[in-house]
């Protein structure tokens, strides 16, 4: 859907090997021919200078999306149809957001690189929140791949609160503030308490690094590091990210730790106190933890 490229800049940008093509497996293909199979388009390696902490490195970005033609709409029509709606949220990111990766190093020949695969989070990322802890993991990893010399960072923008866009998210924010875990208020709204697909997040990997390669994955999540072991990724060490903690966070990251994150009990200990989740006539089943 958003692949579209005026013809001429997209001949030019082919022939200099800027835009290519992932197939299913994520190797790389060619676009036409009879057995060609583009599943992902993507662009770059394009020079990204970030501020790390106090130092300047530069990262190479690369961003993808779903390739989307009709025949594979139609498919994605019936797979809705047989999976049902529990899918539904993960099919619609999937081909609706435009993803990236962020190479530091080396990492197509690092031995056993960090990765960190990054879910989308405009309040933590960008905005700076304290309600969780995105933004200082994402800082916190980018600063260990630097120390570490090679890495990389995979940002999956369709990911947005476990995958049910901002709007949804915003939603769960007010259930959330008349007592509800971040859990369950997905699933007051109905919605799936995480509908996230890594899928195509190892297939990048496998292209930068080749099939069965093996990272050390920066994450406090074990559902990441299953998804990329079922891709075919191995995942020789899975180092937590515990950065952010506070006040305004504690029982949001209680609750994942709860749903069997890797998070230290005594680091949600001896927080600032936040004021209490008030409730709201938005919540007739509100709990406290
Ligand atoms: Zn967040």
């Given at each position: 859907?958003?692949?579209?490229?005026?013809?001429?800049?997209?001949?030019?940008?082919?022939?200099?090997?800027?835009?290519?093509?992932?197939?299913?497996?994520?190797?790389?293909?060619?676009?036409?021919?009879?057995?060609?199979?583009?599943?992902?388009?993507?662009?770059?390696?394009?020079?990204?200078?970030?501020?790390?902490?106090?130092?300047?490195?530069?990262?190479?970005?690369?961003?993808?999306?779903?390739?989307?033609?009709?025949?594979?709409?139609?498919?994605?029509?019936?797979?809705?149809?047989?999976?049902?709606?529990?899918?539904?949220?993960?099919?619609?990111?999937?081909?609706?957001?435009?993803?990236s990766a962020?190479?530091y190093g080396?990492?197509?020949?690092?031995?056993?690189?960090?990765?960190?695969?990054?879910?989308?989070?405009?309040?933590?990322?960008?905005?700076?929140?304290?309600?969780?802890?995105?933004?200082?993991?994402?800082?916190?990893?980018?600063?260990?791949?630097?120390?570490?010399?090679?890495?990389?960072?995979?940002?999956?923008?369709?990911?947005?609160?476990?995958?049910?866009?901002?709007?949804?998210?915003?939603?769960?924010?007010?259930?959330?503030?008349?007592?509800?875990?971040?859990?369950?208020?997905?699933?007051?709204?109905?919605?799936?308490?995480?509908?996230?697909?890594?899928?195509?997040?190892?297939?990048?990997?496998?292209?930068?690094?080749?099939?069965?390669?093996?990272?050390?994955?920066?994450?406090?999540?074990?559902?990441?590091?299953?998804?990329?072991?079922?891709?075919?990724?191995?995942?020789?060490?899975?180092?937590?990210?515990?950065?952010?903690?506070?006040?305004?966070?504690?029982?949001?990251?209680?609750?994942?730790?709860?749903?069997?994150?890797?998070?230290?009990?005594?680091?949600?200990?001896?927080?600032?106190?936040?004021?209490?989740?008030?409730?709201?006539?938005l919540s007739?089943?509100?709990?406290?933890?």
């Amino acid at each position: 859907m958003f692949a579209y490229i005026d013809p001429a800049v997209k001949r030019e940008l082919l022939i200099k090997k800027k835009l290519f093509y992932l197939d299913v497996e994520g190797r790389p293909c060619t676009s036409a021919g009879p057995r060609a199979a583009p599943f992902l388009s993507m662009v770059g390696p394009i020079a990204l200078p970030l501020q790390v902490g106090r130092i300047e490195r530069t990262f190479q970005w690369y961003a993808w999306v779903r390739n989307s033609d009709l025949t594979r709409i139609e498919r994605i029509v019936d797979e809705i149809r047989e999976s049902g709606p529990q899918k539904l949220f993960s099919m619609l990111s999937s081909f609706m957001a435009v993803n990236s990766a962020l190479l530091y190093g080396d990492f197509a020949r690092a031995k056993q690189p960090l990765v960190r695969v990054h879910s989308c989070c405009l309040t933590g990322d960008v905005f700076g929140s304290m309600r969780c802890d995105c933004g200082p993991q994402f800082q916190a990893a980018t600063r260990r791949i630097v120390r570490a010399g090679a890495g990389a960072i995979v940002y999956m923008a369709g990911h947005e609160g476990r995958g049910i866009g901002l709007w949804a998210k915003a939603i769960t924010y007010l259930l959330q503030d008349a007592g509800h875990d971040t859990y369950q208020a997905n699933e007051r709204l109905g919605l799936p308490a995480d509908s996230r697909d890594f899928s195509d997040a190892a297939r990048v990997i496998n292209y930068f690094r080749g099939p069965g390669s093996r990272v050390r994955l920066l994450a406090n999540n074990p559902l990441k590091r299953q998804a990329l072991e079922a891709a075919g990724i191995v995942v020789v060490e899975q180092v937590p990210v515990v950065a952010g903690i506070s006040g305004y966070n504690a029982r949001y990251l209680q609750a994942k730790r709860r749903h069997g994150h890797l998070i230290d009990a005594e680091a949600l200990k001896h927080q600032p106190r936040q004021a209490g989740p008030r409730r709201s006539r938005l919540s007739g089943r509100a709990r406290s933890d």
